[in-house]
């Protein structure tokens, strides 16, 4: 589906489906809610983090401070 698909019935549909009816005047902000985040995660699947270790694999406690003024 591309991002353009996402219509105000369509949302309002989804909204329904998941338990959270809408009210008429809000169908067309969800609807633009919803491409705006379809875009948005379409660009990250685009992304090549290549090498990039799992969050997991970050240890905070052997990070080394350099605080040089």
Avoid: K, N
Wanted: glycine share 2%; proline share 10%.
């Amino acid at each position: 589906m591309s991002c353009a698909d996402v219509t105000p019935p369509e949302a309002a549909r989804w909204a329904a489906r998941a338990g959270l009816p809408l009210p008429a005047d809000r169908h067309a902000a969800v609807a633009a809610t919803a491409t705006h985040i379809h875009s948005v995660v379409a660009l990250l699947r685009e992304l090549d983090f290549g090498d990039t270790p799992p969050a997991p694999a970050y240890r905070a406690e052997q990070e080394m401070h350099d605080a040089a003024v």
